[in-house]
């Protein structure tokens, strides 16, 4: 199965790069493929659609960004290996999937790293991401911003949860991070790590018993439909990455690539309005859903994880930029 279905995106892409390169030569346009993994409706793709119309109009109609959703070229490893073969030319992915191809981002996947949204802003704007940005130039691809993709919480079919207790012997599902996995099993619960895709059909079929993740999940991922407990444990702020492939990038002219990080960049902020007003959105469509919203106390969920924090604080991949992302905070 799996095997078909690589056959198949290979033969997609193919038949894409085969069309878009005729395009290009015909037109002189560079044309950039954007895949992802969430719905037309959703605030990511509205901003990404928002970041292609600002590349074409800062190089004045010379590259065109076209954006491929709903995971249709793959999971988020699949179209990061895509750009890294440079069969995608760019890629809008979670920091928890980028954590494997690159150990320095776990750090974003750290629970209880950032102390709130303006603290995240700040550390995701300044020269550590940037940093970390370029440090998979060598394995074929680069950063060029993130965007806000919410505050992560626990929710499940049926069960509060909240106090760490209440996680026992619950099956959550995780990213496929090794950190994400790490967190919930000292928060008390059972991590099953899957794809995205995955998700819905494994609640609805009781494969597991909740799951993590911001609220438009419960609207655009319908995951609302069938996990009617939300708990605002509030443990992660993971970013979206969008990541160029470096062979492309090398490709570009100068000016050409200063009109892609900036289009990148601004649209990075303009995502963060969008985000905060479809959040809301979406948290009232949930409540219609018939989704019940608790709100436990943190602090047992941070002392749970804390080990963590001592292990990326030692650890030489980490241990700097953590550093320099709790010095911000903690005013030292
Ligand atoms: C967020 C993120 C996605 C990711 C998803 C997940 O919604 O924006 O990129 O795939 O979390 O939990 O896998």
Known sequence: MKRFKIILICSLLAFLVSCSQLQAANSGQTLLRLAHNQNSEHPIHKSLTEFSTLVEE????????????????????????????????????????????????????LPY?????????????????????????????????????????????????????????????????????????????????????????????????????????????????????????????????????????????PEEQDAVKEAAEESTQLHKKLWAQETESAIEEAKKMGVNFSYPEKEPFKEAVMPLHKQFENNPETGEFYRKIREEADGS
Do not use: C
């Open 58 to 109: 800062k190089t004045g109609g010379n590259v065109k960004v076209v954006i491929y959703p709903n995971g249709q070229l793959g999971t988020e490893r699949e179209i990061i290996e895509l750009t890294q073969t440079g069969a995608v030319d760019i890629a809008k992915v979670s920091a928890g999937a980028l954590e494997n191809f690159e150990g320095t981002y776990s750090l974003f996947n």
């Open 113 to 253: 790293l950032f102390d709130d949204k303006e603290h995240y802003y700040q550390s995701m704007e300044s020269s550590v991401a940037e940093e970390i940005y370029g440090l998979t130039d060598e394995i074929g691809f680069i950063g060029l911003t993130y965007y806000d993709s919410g505050v992560r919480n626990v929710y499940t079919r049926q069960t509060p949860v909240m106090t760490p207790e209440d996680m026992r012997g619950l099956k959550i599902r995780v990213q496929p991070s090794g950190t994400a996995i790490r967190m919930i099993e000292l928060m008390g619960g059972a991590p099953t790590p899957m794809d995205y895709g995955e998700v819905y059909t494994s609640l609805q079929q009781g494969v597991i018993d909740g799951t993590e993740n911001n609220e438009t999940a419960l609207t655009s991922g319908k995951h609302g439909e069938v996990a009617k407990e939300y708990s605002y444990t509030e443990h992660s702020i993971v970013p979206d990455i969008l990541i160029i492939s470096s062979t492309k990038w090398g490709r570009l002219a």
